[in-house]
T-cell receptor, first 115, second 112 residues
Framework: ETGVTQSPTHLIKTRGQQVTLRCSSQSGHNTVSWYQQALGQGPQFIFQYYREEENGRGNFPPRFSGLQFPNYSSELNVNALELDDSALYLCASSLGQGEPYNEQFFGPGTRLTVL | GIQVEQSPPDLILQEGANSTLRCNFSDSVNNLQWFHQNPWGQLINLFY???GTKQNGRLSATTVATERYSLLYISSSQTTDSGVYFC??????????????FGTGTLLAVQP
């Protein structure tokens, strides 16, 4: 069984640029959630994808967008990067909506630095 | 919105000591998870525990949903237990979304 994977591991961008982060869900999982973790804080929910549709969004501006593909892998796109976007971005996968056991499993994260 | 508070915020232990970490939440939740975040940022699942008690080796957890708290017990601590421990509660977020709200975390340092 393959766990959640993310790429790249680290990324350095400059203010105003755009970035795409990628996530492969755990085998058998069709739901992917993205979280942002700033230094010294707990992860904050960005949005969730279920069967290729956005299925809930946290308090993040529209320049944070995403996709989910038929194989349930997912992308997080951030446009017009700001210095405050520097953070660890975590992807989590779970079995899916309506499942009685909906444990979320996290990938290793992508550390984004915006200069 | 729901508040998730953890205590203590920081904890220093000698190797071999026992500890109890607490997670209080301000509203009803669907589920609760405990995680250990290692120095590289990886969140490692410890327990999925909406209620009751579970044990896994030196770790155990108890959630009392009616009183809105959960406890994580670490016995015979080891240096590899060092890191940040998060509890996270799962809430309904409109429609079918279940998002995790993370607590404030407990930073644990185990000294040899």
């Amino acid at each position: 069984e393959t766990g959640v994977t993310q790429s790249p591991t680290h990324l350095i961008k400059t203010r105003g640029q755009q970035v795409t982060l990628r996530c492969s869900s755990q085998s058998g999982h069709n739901t992917v959630s993205w979280y942002q973790q700033a230094l010294g804080q707990g992860p904050q929910f960005i949005f969730q994808y279920y069967r290729e549709e956005e299925n809930g969004r946290g308090n993040f501006p529209p320049r944070f967008s995403g996709l989910q593909f038929p194989n349930y892998s997912s992308e997080l796109n951030v446009n017009a990067l700001e210095l405050d976007d520097s953070a660890l971005y975590l992807c989590a996968s779970s079995l899916g909506q309506g499942e009685p056991y909906n444990e979320q499993f996290f990938g290793p994260g992508t550390r984004l630095t915006v200069l | 919105g729901i508040q998730v508070e953890q205590s203590p915020p920081d904890l220093i232990l000698q190797e071999g000591a026992n500890s109890t970490l607490r997670c209080n939440f301000s509203d009803s939740v669907n589920n609760l998870q405990w995680f250990h975040q290692n120095p590289w940022g990886q969140l490692i699942n410890l327990f999925y525990i909406p209620s009751g008690t579970k044990q896994n080796g030196r770790l155990s957890a108890t959630t009392v949903a009616t009183e809105r708290y959960s406890l994580l017990y670490i016995s015979s601590s080891q240096t590899t237990d060092s890191g940040v421990y998060f509890c996270a509660v799962e809430i309904d977020y409109g429609g079918a979304t279940n998002k995790l709200i993370f607590g404030t975390g407990t930073l644990l340092a185990v000294q040899p």
